[in-house]
């Protein structure tokens, strides 16, 4: 049976890193897996740092959609983020939120039938108020969804606070 444990917040508010120091007290070398796209030389470049800071003791898997074609019995994963996988369905099916819904939501279930610990990183995007743009609010809708279902499942769930983890489950 897995364990699951979601971290959520704002942006910069501490949820990877309290997730990596979690991650290192469940195992000496937790699985970093990184769901983002590679947009542009910026993001190239603020991967590669994340990479770097982290250190050896980790195992880094890029996995953009199917994470569940990864082997981890037994393994500590950390995922990070929910938000950016999330991106990847929303523009492969044209902002479509339906389908979208759908495809993470089986691809987590698939996933989550490993017997390990995993540890998903998201963002609380609807905090800030409604987007102005009808595509945003359209993926803010997305997460918001994402995020409860991951939720309900958890073992453990943080809401991280200017770099403080509030246990909300």
Wanted: glycine share 6%.
């Amino acid at each position: 049976m897995a364990k699951i444990i979601l971290i959520t917040g704002g942006q910069r508010s501490g949820k990877s890193s309290h997730a990596q120091n979690m991650a290192l007290q469940l195992s000496p070398n937790p699985i970093y897996l990184a769901t983002s796209r590679i947009w542009d030389e910026e993001h190239q470049l603020r991967i590669e740092r994340h990479k770097a800071d982290r250190g050896n003791e980790w195992v880094n898997i890029e996995e953009e959609k199917e994470l569940s074609k990864h082997k981890f019995e037994g393994k500590t994963v950390l995922i990070d983020c929910i938000t950016l996988w999330l991106t990847n369905f929303f523009f492969d099916n044209d902002s479509a939120i339906e389908q979208s819904l759908e495809e993470a939501k089986a691809e987590f279930n698939v996933l989550v039938q490993q017997e390990a610990t995993f540890i998903f990183v998201t963002n609380e995007i609807g905090l800030g108020g409604m987007p102005e743009n009808p595509v945003q609010r359209k993926f803010t809708d997305l997460q918001g969804w994402m995020n409860q279902y991951i939720a309900e499942r958890a073992n453990e769930v943080y809401l991280m606070v200017s770099g403080i983890p509030l246990k909300v489950k």
